[in-house]
C-alpha cells in the first residue's frame, strides 16, 4: 500500500504563489506516475498535472505557464509550484500515484493511491 500525504495548500490573492508537496510512505513510488488533480467547488475532479517516471512532465492546457511539476526520488516526494494564480484556480488539490507506467492518464480512475487533500483558495 501507498500513503500519500499533501500540504502546502493555504488562502492566497490572486497573481501570488502557493507550493504543494506530496509525499509518499508504504512502498517506493520512484517507478510510477504521479498526478495533481483538483476537485472544483462544483464537485468536478479535473487533471492538473502529472510526471512520468521518466520524469516526462504534463500540463493541463488551464495552468500550463504558471504550474511546475517536479519529483524527488530520494525524499518520495512530488512538488507543484503553482505561480500566477487566478481565483478559477481554487480547489481542493489532490495528490495521486498510478502503478500502471505504459502510458501517462489524465483520467482520475486510473489512479491507485489518493491523498487526502489541501486546499487552495485563491481571492480576487
Known amino acids: 500500500q501507498v500513503q500519500l500525504v499533501e500540504s502546502g495548500g493555504g488562502l492566497v490573492q490572486a497573481g501570488g504563489s502557493l507550493s504543494l508537496s506530496c509525499t509518499a510512505s508504504?512502498?517506493?513510488?520512484?517507478?510510477?506516475?504521479m498526478a495533481w488533480f483538483r476537485q472544483t467547488p462544483g464537485g468536478e475532479i479535473e487533471f492538473v498535472s502529472g510526471?512520468?517516471?521518466?520524469?516526462?512532465?504534463i500540463y493541463a492546457d488551464s495552468v500550463k505557464g504558471r504550474f511546475t511539476i517536479s519529483r524527488d526520488n530520494a525524499k518520495s516526494t512530488v512538488f507543484l509550484q503553482m505561480n500566477s494564480l487566478k481565483p478559477e484556480d481554487t480547489a481542493l488539490y489532490y495528490c495521486?500515484?498510478?502503478?500502471?507506467?505504459?502510458?501517462?492518464?489524465?483520467?482520475?480512475?486510473?489512479?491507485?493511491?489518493w491523498g487526502q487533500g489541501t486546499q487552495v483558495t485563491v481571492s480576487s
Open positions: 495521486a500515484a498510478d502503478s500502471k507506467v505504459n502510458y501517462f492518464s489524465r483520467t482520475s480512475t486510473s489512479y491507485d493511491y
Open positions: 508504504g512502498r517506493a513510488v520512484n517507478s510510477y506516475n
Open positions: 510526471i512520468t517516471w521518466r520524469p516526462s512532465t
